[in-house]
Every structure is written in structure tokens, then in C-alpha cells.
Nanobody, 115 residues
Framework: QVQLVESGGGLVQPGGSLRLSCTPS????????MGWYRQFPGKEREWVAT???????NYADSVKGRFSVSRDSAKNTVYLQMNALLPEDTAVYFC?????????WGKGTLVTVSA
């Protein structure tokens, strides 16, 4: 079973930046989208950003203009560049990869925005 391996979380001050990475442990065929979700304590997981196979990107309103999702096809890695971070961005961030038949999830990486 292919796993999604995330990295890049940590503690950052408000206004700072972090870059999250997500790489599958093996080959995934037929990827339609690669992206990110996040989950606040006691809340449902919410969508953050998606990189579509045609190269288009989509963002939740709460992160638009601050976050950027990209993909390195050679490495089959998806990134989430997070700038101008706010305390309310503190959450566990999950990588998500979808094919026509399967959805993969990473285990999550914690991002804490605090002074």
C-alpha cells in the first residue's frame, strides 16, 4: 500500500513562512489531483488547496493570496508554500492524492503559528 510522506511542519511566528512537502512512497497511477487539507482541534477536516493534473490550482478563501500549491512531476511531490501565516492557521495539515478510484491520505504534519 502506497503511503503519503509529509514533511515541513513546525513552529513559526505570525507573519512567517513554511513549506510543506508530500511524496508518495511508491508509484500512484492515474493521479487526478494532489492537495492539502487541514484540521483544527475538535473540528472537521477542511480543504485548503488542490493542484489539478491539468496544472490548474484552487484555494480555500481563507488561504487565497497567502498559500501556494505546486507539484514537481519528476519527484511526484506536491508542495504547499505558506506565507503570511496567522495564528488561526495552526492545525494539522494532511496531504491528499486522488485517482479515479482511490483517495490517499497522509498522516498529517502539525503547523503551529505562535509568537
Amino acid at each position: 500500500q502506497v503511503q503519503l510522506v509529509e514533511s515541513g511542519g513546525g513552529l513559526v511566528q505570525p507573519g512567517g513562512s513554511l513549506r510543506l512537502s508530500c511524496t508518495p512512497s511508491g508509484i500512484i497511477y492515474g493521479i487526478n489531483t494532489m492537495g492539502w487539507y487541514r484540521q483544527f482541534p475538535g473540528k472537521e477536516r477542511e480543504w485548503v488547496a488542490t493542484f489539478v493534473k491539468d496544472g490548474s490550482t484552487n484555494y480555500a478563501d481563507s488561504v487565497k493570496g497567502r498559500f501556494s500549491v505546486s507539484r514537481d512531476s519528476a519527484k511526484n511531490t506536491v508542495y504547499l508554500q505558506m506565507n503570511a501565516l496567522l495564528p488561526e492557521d495552526t492545525a494539522v495539515y494532511f496531504c491528499n492524492v486522488r485517482t479515479w478510484s482511490i483517495t490517499y491520505w497522509g498522516k498529517g504534519t502539525l503547523v503551529t503559528v505562535s509568537a
